[in-house]
């Protein structure tokens, strides 16, 4: 396995994620109980589980899109767990989803530009942008961080699935993002789109964390510092990249044996 990521700003002991018995229920059916895990700021966090095991649930309750039934989401030390989404997004939370969610005709640099501008305090102004504008300059910095420079004026609906999920991740860079939810940024991509992906999140600015969900081991093991495992709703373990990979009840589970 190759070495994960390091940042220094996940030891200086301040908490950009705090989840705290965190529960939710549809009815009868309890899809998180007693959710609890802090991550770091500038932490690079996975979170891994099988199909069912709750880990879009527990990204629909940190954005806000199901209300908790219990416990309590602080968010660099300010309680948000009753904050609507867009207040979440407004203190610096980004997320992507398993589903693209992109406007097919558009091209890249216009949803860059409106993602930019949708966060901005100028995001009301009908006055069409002159080259030189802020805005414009941003869109241009987040394209060529996710490697789409040479697909600005490519519409969307026309780009490779691999290039669709660079733009959703170009998207959550959007305005000044202090903490990310990738959900399964590497779904569907070929073995070079996932190297670019493994680049892109290891140039992410050293303040900037995250958590992600992804099913491709190899992937998650290599872009992440702590990894939390999930298995019916609950946490079943928490620990290493290395930790995890070597666990035996991990392997049995998840890995159907030793994990080459």
Known sequence: MAEPVRNSLADTGAFALELNGVGR?????????????SVRAGERHAVL??????????????????????????????????FPTYERIRRGLRRTYQISQLFGGLNVIDSVFLACRGVSRRRYSFVRPRD???????????MHAVKLDDEADTRVAELSHGKQRQLEIALAFAGAPRFILFDEPAAGLSPHERRDLVDILGSLPPHIGYIIIEHDLDVALRVSQRVTMMHNGRILKQGTPEEIESDPEVQEIYLGGEHG
């Open 49 to 82: 589980g099988s199909n069912g095991a709750g880990k879009t649930t527990l990204f629909n309750t940190i954005t806000g899109d199901f209300p908790l039934s219990s416990g309590t989401i602080r968010f660099f030390g300010e309680d948000i767990s009753r």
């Open 25 to 37: 229920r549809f009815g009868a059916l309890t899809a998180l109980a007693d959710i609890t895990m």
């Open 132 to 142: 030189d504008d802020a805005t414009v300059e941003q869109a241009s910095r987040i």
